[in-house]
């Protein structure tokens, strides 16, 4: 569980992946306030499905997140070691792999964090985690045809919805390229 959510820091000491990747944000010029605004929303008792549905978010942020949180609140074992192998597990790696690549041919020194966040998760999640999430999965659902059928709905639905991520953020990308253009 550690190694899953923290590590050592690229720069020294130890800190948990989601503070290395908001540093990572923060060295390559993303914007981090939408984040940093949920954060602080949450430290002053905010729900989260409050800020989900009330605070401007970038788009598909909130569909994403809500899916996730829709599985976990479900309590059922099998839905979420499902999702957890098959929508991060399985996926993490190869587009980690071919986004860390491209990131640092473009600027080694801004997205040396990144890489290194990206690099690790292929890492970690490629090599030791994703056979054991799939061992865990074989054990959640057993021999039961129901919950194998569950556990791949909900797949379908956590894959859905990060694509429906990653298409608002290719859309975000394709319209800040034509607004720099037309400077």
Avoid at 19 to 44: F, N, S, W
Avoid at 64 to 85: D, K, Q, Y
Avoid at 125 to 146: F, K, S, V
Wanted: aromatic share 6%; charged share 30%; hydrophobic share 40%.
């Amino acid at each position: 569980m550690l190694e899953e959510e923290s590590d050592e820091h690229p720069d020294g000491g130890y800190a948990s992946h989601f503070e290395v990747y908001r540093e990572a944000m923060r060295d390559a010029g993303a914007d981090t306030d939408p984040i940093d605004g949920l954060l602080a929303g949450l430290a002053r008792g905010r729900s989260i499905d409050d800020i989900l549905h009330q605070d401007a978010l970038p788009p598909g942020v909130a569909g994403f997140v809500g899916t996730t949180l829709a599985v976990v609140r479900s309590g059922e074992p099998h839905r979420l070691v499902a999702v957890f192998t098959h929508g991060r597990e399985d996926l993490i790696p190869d587009m980690f792999r071919a986004m860390g690549a491209t990131l640092s041919a473009a600027d080694p020194a801004g997205w040396r964090k990144l890489a290194w966040y990206l690099h690790r998760h292929v890492e970690v999640d490629g090599e030791r985690h994703g056979r054991i999430a799939h061992a865990l999965l074989d054990q959640a659902c057993g021999d039961d045809p129901r919950l194998w059928r569950e556990a791949q709905e909900s797949v379908e639905q956590a894959l859905n919805a990060r694509l429906a991520l990653w298409d608002a953020i290719s859309d975000e990308i394709q319209s800040a390229r034509a607004a720099a253009r037309l400077r």
